[in-house]
């Protein structure tokens, strides 16, 4: 959302399934992976409980020392820091043009010794594999993953063999892909093991204090551990310099299970044993300042031809009203607020008192960040923090409730979540924190936008992604549905709900009049039938959830000046439809 009309359609590209399945004949050449062993098992390869004769022969095994002892042809590696899947580093490779973007080590190994070769990886048709043993080489692969999976083979050196290349490559044509924690367990060939060895698992692992939303988790230090990694039910949810941490973004009143691992530079242990936790029951999802369902709208500081409009004018449908937009400096990530005179305000004194009288009236006022054209960047400790300050310093001069995010141009979710604790533990439990992100950035979880909302579920309050200006987009049932229909508005919404947002925190954000946007209006009644087919399974086009979601928040507009250029037909519409929900 800007200041002019939003005009960037989205674009998604699909590898359809016989391009796939050729894909897969092609690749035939190469052996396939062994059958899968559990992941603690191949885990456990190099922990305390292996035999001592057996070492990781790799050395820089989790590319900590970045690409020292690597090869990465026509220079197609990088040692990065993020993602990672243990320690502080991992590869990224890129293939390009005929290249497949292949990185290998030459290891030190016994004659007529058996090997366990592994790697953690993610990324489209990733391969590892070992080449020169003197038997049989041997390879195995992933056709494509978002997170990431452990790959693992064995191979057997011949009587001659003293060295072995072992080796990570992509494939022609695919996006690039990354490795970490490479494993190459068997004899000491000579060359002797990584300088450092995979810690032991940690142990005691222990809850503490649960609330609705999160969970104290400690154990006891591993011996030569640089850092930890905390799954729930399996899935990596959070990393840990220390020997505890608070995982957050829970549900209330449900069950999980949690384990831990140690890593440092040789790699990652096996995970710990397991430890239950039920969260206590929460209070709906309410946040002490917004109804159950609002309705929000952005508010413009400018004059684009809508309706130029004061705060007081803006209709009372609205719950939350977004300032738009803050404005950036000169510093990385710190942001100000220059009222412009387009809007008519006689003093900046006026406009305060306008944000006070609706505040008064029971609405939340809040200041969004970014917009199509926005510039604030925040990715790294310093901005994160100038983010934090400057925006708690514009809640106290103007009396903002909150920060509305609407970054369009990039979002890095590390420093992002950072920037948004740290304003939370300022503003206190009361703040308003909304996300407007663009379609393509809730597709998947594995998005830099959803990373962010699940990373600061405990404090998030809605989640109104623009469901325009996309073009075609993908629904939660893998069918590709058009924008402008119920179905794109449920289908796409329902990404989010069984993406792991509470139905709380998730809205349906569309223009408030065909003026409002380059593409994407949809009728004021469709919107209505989008809210009753995820509330109360009617009004459905041909994708009807499996289930449905009463708490759901709302839905929001762009703007509330284009509403009132319509004669406010949208938020005269929408506004009961959404306060009259379950």
């Not at 499996?546 to 762009?558: E, F, Q, V």
């Amino acid at each position: 959302m800007d200041r002019a009309r939003q005009g960037r359609p989205g674009v998604r590209r699909r590898i359809g399934a016989a391009i796939a399945v050729g894909a897969a004949a092609a690749l035939g050449v190469t052996a396939l992976a062994a059958p899968a062993q559990s992941a603690d098992a191949k885990a456990a390869v190099g922990t305390a409980s292996a035999k001592a004769a057996d070492v990781n022969v790799a050395k820089n095994a989790g590319f900590e020392a970045d690409l020292s002892n690597w090869t990465c042809a026509a220079n197609s590696g990088a040692a990065v820091t993020s993602p990672v899947h243990g320690g502080a580093k991992a590869l990224k490779a890129t293939p390009s043009g005929q290249g497949t973007a292949e990185c290998s080590q030459i290891v030190a190994v016994k004659p007529n010794s058996t090997y366990k070769l592994s790697s953690w990886v993610q990324g489209s048709y990733t391969y590892l594999g070992a080449r020169g043993t003197g038997t049989t080489d041997v390879s195995t692969w992933t056709p494509g993953t978002s997170s990431w999976q452990q790959l693992s083979t064995s191979f057997t050196t011949g009587a001659n063999t003293t060295s072995v290349t072992v080796y990570t490559h992509g494939w022609y044509g695919q996006s690039a892909y990354y490795v970490d924690d490479v494993s190459v367990f068997g004899p000491d060939g000579g060359g002797g093991p990584d300088p450092v060895e995979i810690p032991p698992v940690p142990a005691g692992l222990t809850a503490g204090t649960a609330t609705p939303t999160s969970v104290d988790l400690s154990w006891t230090p591993s011996n030569t551990a640089t850092g930890y990694t905390v799954y729930r039910d399996g899935t990596k949810v959070a990393s840990a310099s220390g020997a505890s941490t608070t995982v957050t973004g829970l549900t209330p009143e449900t069950t999980y299970s949690f384990q831990v691992s140690a890593s440092n530079a040789a790699g990652e242990s096996a995970k710990s044993s397991a430890v239950s936790v039920r969260t206590p029951k929460g209070d709906g999802g309410g946040d002490g300042t917004v109804p159950r369902h609002a309705v929000t709208g952005y508010w413009q500081n400018f004059n684009n031809g809508a309706t130029v409009q004061k705060l007081r004018d803006v209709s009372s449908q609205y719950d939350i009203i977004a300032v738009s937009f803050a404005d950036a400096t000169t510093t990385p990530g710190q942001i100000t607020f220059n009222l412009d005179p387009a809007v008519g305000y006689a003093s900046v004194a006026d406009f305060k008192a306008d944000i006070a009288a609706k505040k008064a009236a029971g609405k939340s006022v809040i200041l969004s960040v970014g917009g199509e054209k926005g510039t604030i960047s925040v990715n790294s400790d310093a901005s994160a923090t100038a983010f934090a300050n400057s925006a708690y310093a514009l809640m106290q001069e103007y009396g903002f409730n909150g920060v509305d995010i609407d970054l369009e141009n990039g979002l890095n979710p590390t420093y992002m979540t950072k920037a948004l604790r740290q304003l939370s533990a300022k503003a206190g439990p009361k703040m308003v924190l909304t996300m407007a992100p663009q379609t393509i950035d809730m597709q998947s979880t594995s998005g830099g936008y959803f990373q962010t909302a699940l990373n600061v579920k405990d404090i998030l309050t809605v989640v109104n992604m623009q469901y325009y200006n996309s073009g075609s987009m993908l629904g939660c049932d893998g069918k590709v549905y058009s924008q402008g229909s119920v179905d794109f508005l449920t289908a796409l919404a329902c990404i989010q709900l069984e993406g792991g947002l509470d139905p709380s925190q998730v809205g349906i954000g569309v223009p408030a009049s065909t003026r409002g946007a380059g593409s994407g209006y949809v009728a004021p009644s469709i919107v209505n039938n989008a809210l009753d087919c995820l509330t109360r399974g009617t009004g459905c086009g041909s994708f009807k959830p499996s289930k449905t979601y009463p708490s759901l928040r709302g839905a929001m507009t762009w703007s509330t000046n284009w509403d009132a250029t319509a004669g406010n037909a949208w938020s005269n519409a929408v506004g009961p439809k959404v306060h009259s929900l379950p």
